[in-house]
């Protein structure tokens, strides 16, 4: 589980929609999952499916429901806005899948995605938590994050602290397999005006297709797309 906010409720409502919104899944693989008691999960997600915050297929498995998306248009997100032009842009260049990822709670959480139209793609639904210790974008979001961010990741043993001065050198970080099999990616870091790093964008897809080099195809473009979404904000 993410942060706790001391409310039980709460706490076990994001995780079930964090849960979900990784990956579809049944009542039995839910629970599984997320560690909450099958009463207690079944007794929740039947009342966010009535508030529309969970929704089930054909098939029974609980998806994220329509009321967040609504909900999402109504907010704004400068981050995201700066990024609703530039992120299509880059897939279409790149012909591969793309995201947008920041940290929250100590985990990276994929914020914004393009997929290309056809073809095999590296698919990461919007809201998708997943570990800082590996893959491209958690290199580039560990290089620039604080000193206790960068300690607790380098103590799972994954990362090394010479990956992370490599990454800070060159602007950015690439993964070959390291998150999911036969998958391979490149990222760089998003600054805001004052120069921070606040996200990482990337591009990722089958190794065969991109190469067990993607910094060499991309890097640039990626680079090319951060300054956009930086001068946006």
Known sequence: MGKSSGIGVLDKTMLILSTVAEEPCSLNELCERSEIPRATAHRLAIGMEKHRLLARDSAGLWHPGPALSELAAKSTD???????????????????????YRVE?????????????????DTVPVGAVLPLYVGASSKV?????????????????????????????????QSIGEREPGVASVAVPVVDARGKVIAAVSVSGPIERISKRPANLWAADLKTASSVITKRL
């Open 105 to 121: 709670d100590g985990q990276r959480v994929c914020i914004a995605a393009c997929e290309p139209h056809t073809g095999l793609r």
């Open 78 to 100: 400068t981050l995201l806005e700066a990024a609703q032009l530039v992120l299509p842009r880059l897939r279409d260049i790149t012909g591969e899948s793309v995201q947008l």
């Open 141 to 173: 979001l560990v290089a620039w994050a604080e000193p206790s961010i960068q300690q607790s990741v380098l103590s799972e043993g994954e990362i090394t602290e010479m990956q992370l001065r490599d990454t800070r050198r060159r602007g950015w970080a």
